[in-house]
């Protein structure tokens, strides 16, 4: 009982691990390159970016849509991505 408690309290630390200081990543890391081979540790920067995209992807994509398209490409999209304008199968929330 006790290997499987250490093994489940090991995955969840490894789970968390992104969230924890640079030194429990670090020792993370260095286990995971002896298990595993896992070369790279993610630079703190990019592992900022892919925990904001994990996050708030879609929060921060329409935030981009918002800012850098039209209005007549919003349009566009909302009227032809609609399935109901062109199946006549299922209504469209608007």
Excluded at 25 to 46: A, N
């Amino acid at each position: 009982m006790t290997v499987l408690h250490n093994y489940m309290l090991w995955r969840i630390v490894a789970a968390l691990s992104e969230h924890l200081s640079t030194a429990f990543r670090s020792t993370i890391h260095e286990f995971s390159r002896e298990i595993d081979g896992t070369e790279r540790q993610l630079e703190l920067g990019r592992l900022c970016l892919t925990q904001a995209n994990k996050h708030f992807g879609m929060a921060l994509g329409a935030m981009f849509v918002q800012q850098h398209f039209s209005s007549q490409s919003k349009a566009k999209v909302g009227r032809d991505s609609c399935p109901s304008r062109s199946t006549g199968n299922m209504p469209c929330v608007e």
